[in-house]
């Protein structure tokens, strides 16, 4: 069942989609050589305190982190701890805050210094996906349009989409209906509708797609090694296209 928003709602969500946005940022201005994944959670924790939030993603299925850190062949979900950034390496922050009862769910993938011009293209090539499936959501259209365009947008750049993992609805439960692949073809799906909030989240990888599990049982790997990068906005569709919930 997909829930639709009420105005009053979508308020509530512009809140909570701010905060997530914020700490996105700052915590994305930290991330530097030297620093530890560990760090850069305490401080998200500290900024998602101060704001009066919630992490959404601590005790989540027994999650044990405040914020998911994934550090180059990490895909997602990787537990801030002792491995430190150096120098060359994309790091994806994934940061979901609770506040006054509604989530707001939103990712980056930062660069670190001098990067290797093939991991820069997989960054901005999936920030590109990301931007592609938001052109897409339209009341009135096929979600899997949004899918489409995504997977198009990554294959024409040359990278593979996970497709173990996928975006979804958000709201005052972080993975609601709709299911929202990266991949797919177009007019298939549930028909989009003004109110609906989805969380648009493309990840790429520079090799195969495929992944699996460390045995901290959460942190994504791909299973070649190769980079992976991430980007997530919480959205609301709208009669003429969609609002960008997550933006600073
Ligand atoms: N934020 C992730 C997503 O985009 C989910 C994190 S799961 C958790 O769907 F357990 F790490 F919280
Ligand atoms: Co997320
Ligand atoms: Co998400």
């Known amino acids: 069942m997909i829930v639709i928003k009420t105005p009053r709602q979508l308020e509530q969500m512009r809140v909570s989609g701010g905060i997530a946005a914020r700490v996105r940022e700052a915590v994305a ?4 050589p030297g620093v530890t994944t560990a760090e850069l959670g305490d401080y998200a924790a500290e900024l998602i305190g101060k704001e009066g939030a919630r992490s959404a993603f601590l005790g989540y299925h027994g999650y044990p982190g405040q914020i998911c850190v994934s550090v180059n062949e990490e895909v997602v979900h990787g537990i801030p701890g002792k491995r430190r950034i150096e120098m060359g390496d994309i790091v994806s922050l994934d940061v979901g805050v609770l506040y006054d009862g509604f989530i707001g769910d939103t990712a980056t993938t930062v660069m670190v210094g001098v990067v290797e011009p093939e991991t820069i293209r997989l960054v901005q090539v999936t920030e590109a996906c990301l931007a592609a499936g938001l052109a897409k959501l339209v009341s009135g259209r096929r979600l899997s349009d949004c899918s489409h365009a995504i997977e198009q947008e990554a294959r024409a750049g040359g990278f593979t989409v996970v497709r173990k993992f996928v975006g979804h609805g958000v709201g005052r439960q972080m993975h609601e209906d ?25 990840m790429l990888n520079a090799g195969r797609h495929d992944v699996r599990v460390l ?14 990068a991430h980007f997530e906005h919480t959205v ?12 600073v």
Do not use: H, Y
């Not at 609301?236 to 933006?247: M, P, Q, R, S, Y």
């Open 29 to 32: 201005a930290c991330v530097r």
């Open 178 to 202: 709709p299911q929202v692949p990266n991949f797919g073809r177009p007019g298939r799906g549930p028909k989009l509708r003004a109110g609906m909030t989805l969380a648009i989240e493309p």
């Open 215 to 228: 045995n901290d049982g959460w942190t994504a790997v791909t299973r070649d090694g190769s980079r992976s």
């Open 236 to 247: 609301a569709v709208t009669d003429d296209g969609c609002e960008i919930l997550t933006k």
